[in-house]
């Protein structure tokens, strides 16, 4: 065995690593949201070389998946993230997992050994493909820096499929790192399409509405632009109907003169209440079912007999309302829906949900994006999001906690100028917080109002429904978050951020016009009960 | 299809939680790391129900998972992490990784979707077999409530395998809050033991020895003990050779009046040129390899030839050690090393992070637990160990980072007597702050000293190797993390953790002093150049 063989000399020319990245650039990856180590560092030195994408650092790699996620919904580009090995991966996996249901496209670039490397089971090797398939529409190992560019276009092509999602490409050192072919095939751009609904669909479903009944429009998806949301109203008003998007949206647009949309419910009973008798027509949603399965209560919530199944999530739904709205005699272009009076809360009492969100009607400017996550600010929110200026809004689309402020940061990279607001459960804010640091180090201008309810409600109102007490001391040490509390003006303060404590409408009020002119972030903690 | 039926009546009577939780606490489980969802609220009620295991919260799930792999380093026994399916889990990877490393015995439970609602594909749902199988000896999908004894003596059996190791057990909702069998099979507890060393291993050994030329013994594993550090010293001792030990031990002890024990060397030259010629004798350490892969540098630092395997991570290193040292003419109690003298670096100097160790040379009480991660204060600390009083380090053995202030919290937990002092370099701090709210809640007596140097000095340093210019505006935005420099302090008093920023040495000294005698923890931010 040689132990010790001479070092090669340093390449020069070009390495599989810039081959890499012009593959990506044409490919149009503009954005690396990065927490690189060490087997990623022939990459860094190529990001240095090419010079042309904005490099991104965080200090958790939830962030980075997070940010990617909200950059790619806001602007409908494929950002980059650059991830160390299995166990780095591994920390971006829950925010993938959000950014697949939302259908995000993103591409993950992850570091491994050196090829030669792997057999001998280093301290940090570990089964990378295992742990990203769940939540990638491909998995591809760079074998050879001659295929890299073939490589790239396959990954592009992943995402491209119907639904979006990420593609996860992971490069051993040595084949990053070895000298690469200066002709290596071009990419070529190739931009995201919907899939077209075809004419029997139309036609299916004019047949299904012409029978007597009820209906439901159900958007969700690419529906939920400004033009689906006309032409769903537009169908809606044409058959008598009311108008629904699906529950966590991956982005949607709201308020200004937009009619209003109701939400579909959380809990399995709510669902079917609210949707009654009526037929439903999936508009880029799926289907409704249960968010869990309950003893008791059927995952499917509307039977098979009662759905229109229009455009799926991925084809092109807003071009099927539109032809459909039509052939059953739907207005082209309903009345704009006159804007409702909002106005501040008592300014001397105390926070409510329903306050902040009051409050936040009154100040949100045009054009603003909201990173929602948790249902404490959430559901008024979105009950109440017609009322406020046109602005859009980013859901919690997989569950996974710790959306919210990685998110915000995406979208705010993603759209300078316009203003993003969190509304941010604390519970799940904790699963990111890392994310404050990027904000302070980019100067994005975030607004985020943190929850401040100091325990894991959503939990609370599960046990009280299966009335379990919530004061058994067990149930009470694993719910519960006061103990001690949270200082989340502190932590922000830790990260570079300003921040300021509300307990008042008039704090809040004040806290928020100071927030939303500043070039740059702030925290506001919102203690509520 | 039935979309609503009735809701059946509550089940009095033995769950197939409370089986679960009746055999894991029979097979040894006295404590659950929790971070818990939805989908587990069924094993939170039985929790409350059973009452006899120690439940502890955190606010991130790679603090449940390194808090477990920390309690079972210093315990030995099996702790449960409880997490909320597979984005739940995949948080808590990281930290898996790392225990695998270490042979950390630990059971996880997630939470998954009830088994009649998998199909439906809810937001949550996702693969967590793929996820789990990379960090865990074996996963177990629980499959109906008669078989969850068995599934958990099986889960027992996979953690006892030789190398330990986590297995995960994955329950759907319907299984554990089905009805279970009141006389469950009875799990039993089954100690965890190593393998023995047959005496053929020895005698090669002899025989390999008895050939001239130098020795090294290289314990790892198991041999990390005290008597196992005695008996390769009375080894070494015997051959006129030297006494290593493994880069990353799970846990070892080390000060007081034991031998030194040399660390094996980072970087591939370093550690050819510390191996020298001599033969390496193997006693519970794998062999050594590079790290990562570098380009001219084999992956294999000793050549087969030169290897004496005497026992694998998972044998009884110990009782080997002592065999081969009575046959080759080793004293069975060599003289106790004298300790060498310590003192206080000069009171009004910069911090350094020699200056750093030498102030906790003089003030570590007996018998602490140090959690060290990062090579900042690693490094100089291991050099210097055998100078403090007896104590036991725990280091990060998979390489994944976040794992330090994690295993601090298990290790306080597991024995609640010690004083625990975390030696944390601050980039690798930031993956898993959240731990310093569960020391807070939980009152834990941990004295933290942040490496407060701004930037992933790991990654300059291969840079530097790499002759990769540090300055270069996109290095730098990856390597640095002076803008904004975090505010350690005021994060752990967001925290309701006591904080204390150092510059000099006496101001070091000071923190230190009132830290190492609070009944609760303590973070001191050490500035380092």
């Known amino acids: 065995m040689n132990v010790q063989s001479e070092a090669k000399a340093p390449v020069s020319g070009r390495l599989g690593a810039d081959l890499l990245l012009d593959s990506l650039y044409e490919g149009g990856a503009r954005i690396c949201f990065a927490n690189p180590g060490t087997t990623e560092l022939g990459l860094v030195s190529a990001l240095a070389r090419d010079g042309r994408l904005r490099c991104v650092l965080s200090l958790f790699e939830g962030v980075c998946t997070g940010a990617a996620d909200g950059y790619a919904r806001v602007s409908g580009q494929v950002p980059l993230t650059l991830l160390h090995l299995g166990p780095g991966f591994a920390n971006g996996i829950a925010n993938l997992h959000n950014a697949r249901r939302a259908g995000s496209r993103i591409i993950n670039l992850i570091g491994d050994h050196a090829t030669w490397h792997l057999a001998y089971d280093a301290p940090l090797t570990s089964d990378i493909v295992s742990l990203a398939q769940p939540v990638s529409r491909q998995v591809i190992s760079l074998a050879k820096p001659d295929a890299i560019a073939d490589d790239v276009r396959q990954a592009f092509a992943a995402t491209n499929l119907a639904e979006g999602g990420a593609a996860t490409l992971i490069f051993p050192t040595d084949v990053v790192d070895a000298p690469a ?17 075809g004419d029997d669909r139309i036609k299916s479903a004019v047949a299904a509405l012409s029978e007597p009944g009820e209906t ?93 199944r229009l455009a799926a999530p991925g084809e092109d739904a807003v071009a099927a309302l539109v032809a459909l709205a039509s052939q059953v005699g739907g207005e082209p272009a309903p009345a ?53 200026k046109r602005h859009r809004v980013m859901t919690n689309t997989g569950g996974a906690i710790g959306q ?41 201008k975030v607004t985020i109002i943190i929850a401040a309810n100091h325990r894991y409600a959503i939990l609370q109102t599960e046990l009280n429904r299966a009335e379990v007490p919530l004061d058994d001391k067990i149930v009470a040490d694993l719910t519960k978050l006061d103990s001690p509390k949270v200082d989340w003006v502190a932590l922000a303060k830790g990260y570079g951020v300003e921040a300021i404590r509300a307990t008042t409408n008039g704090e809040l009020s004040a806290a928020l016009r100071h927030g939303l002119t500043l070039d740059g972030p702030l925290l506001i903690q919102a203690e509520l009960p």
């Not at 647009?253 to 439903?280: C, N, S, W």
């Not at 306050?355 to 009607?361: K, R, Y």
């Not at 100040?363 to 979105?382: H, K, M, R, Y």
Request: with cysteine; glycine share 10%; charged share 15%.
């Open 216 to 308: 439901i429009v159900l958007l969700g998806g690419s529906a939920l632009t400004e033009a689906g949301i006309r032409a769903g109203a537009a169908l809606a008003a044409a058959l008598g109907g009311r108008l629904l998007m699906e529950p966590y949206p991956g982005i949607v647009t709201l308020g200004g003169d937009l009619p209003k949309v109701e939400r579909q419910a959380y809990f399995p009973d709510d669902v079917i209440a609210q949707m009654g008798d009526a037929r439903v027509v999936l508009a880029g949603a799926r289907m409704p079912i249960s968010y869990f399965g309950y003893e008791g209560w059927s995952s499917q919530l509307v039977p098979d007999e009662r759905l229109v």
């Open 336 to 388: 704009p829906a006159p804007m409702e009076a909002v106005c501040s809360p008592e300014a001397d009492a105390a926070l409510t949900p329903v306050s902040v969100v009051e409050e936040l009607l009154v100040q949100l400017p045009q054009d603003a994006v909201i990173s929602l996550e948790g249902s404490t600010l959430g559901g008024p929110w979105l009950r109440n999001a017609h009322r406020a």
């Open 404 to 444: 919210g402020l990685p998110c915000a940061v995406g979208a705010a990279l993603a759209q300078p100028d316009a203003r993003i607001v969190a509304l941010q459960s604390d519970g799940s804010a904790q699963y990111t917080l890392q994310s404050l640091w990027t904000m302070a180090r980019e100067g994005l």
């Open 181 to 197: 072919p200066d002709n290596g095939n071009t990419v070529g751009f190739v931009p995201y399409q919907l899939t077209s609904v």
